[in-house]
């Protein structure tokens, strides 16, 4: 006989044997444990004809729960018909004996996967750029910091030589007169010849052309203190007019290799066009000066002048002398102011005869 035995949790009601009156059990359900009590009411017989419905889990009996340390028993197996689920809903179905109940469904096919039609192929028009992308595995390489180390070094070491170059050039701005093998510039006596009277000031001698005469002192703005200036200009209406000679005598004893590059425009010297072109090396200049040479070319709105500047030292003082000449024969001119300044030397100072050295002479 068969219990209906009701769960307190779930509330469902399932079908035990009687012979598990007192025996704890287990919801099919839920797994909640329920006691099979004596006053259960007996499990109604099925409908005649009734059907369980398809794909409902039918109950099955619950297990009595097994003490620890003690051995199940085996009910005596009971002969009952099927059962079928409380609240369930009977269903008949046509060919269906109630007896052997339904017939088992087979699950329902999974369709196979549709696969997609490939996208078409598109080939590019000629001329059509095709960007393609390209994948590469990055390697990354530990920079060693000694090629920094070596390269801060070197660069430490060229700044050092070139601050030492700097002071050995400014403690010795003038080779010596011992230092230079070059042969000196000597006048080239014929020319020489066609100039007129020598010349003096500012403790030089020179021989210029004989249209030139002595003019105002040119400006000696930009020039070191205590510079000096003296000039001379070609006579006006003579062929020459125009031309000049310029002299500054400076009181330091310059770089005049580096000097020569610093003159367009100082102190009026150069006109604002003018360029140096062609300097030479230091060469010998009479017994006692050194002397850089360069040629100069420079033009105005009236004129346009071709010259010579020279750079002059003797240890204690630096010297500046220009010549521009201009006028039909500006070539042959400028090779008489070249001449005339090769010419250059200082000024013998004038002899002052005593009373006694007078008185011996006769005089």
Known sequence: MSLAVRCDRCGKSQSVPDSLVGEPIICSYCGQQVIVAADAPLMPPPLPGAAPVVGQRAASPLKPVTQVGETPTKPAPVTRPPQRSLGAVPMSRPGVSPSTGPPTAPPPATPPPIPLPAPPRRDPPPGELVLETYERAVRLQKTSIWPWIFAGAMA???????IVALVIQQAHPNPSLESVTNDPF??????VSMLGPRQTGLGYSLQLPVDFVPAAEPSIAGMPAGTKSIAWVAKP????????CRIWRIPQALNIDRELQN??????????SATIQNKSTYHRLGETMLAVRGLVDGSDATAVRKGVIYLLADGRHTAIVVGMATGPKVTELQAQLDHAIRTLQPASPPVVQTSTQAAISGT
């Open 263 to 272: 003159l367009h425009g100082m102190g009026g010297l150069l006109d604002h």
């Open 237 to 244: 209406g003579t062929e020459s007019a125009g031309s000049l």
């Open 156 to 162: 430490t070491l060229i700044l050092i030589a070139v």
């Open 186 to 191: 000597v006048a080239n006596a014929a020319a």
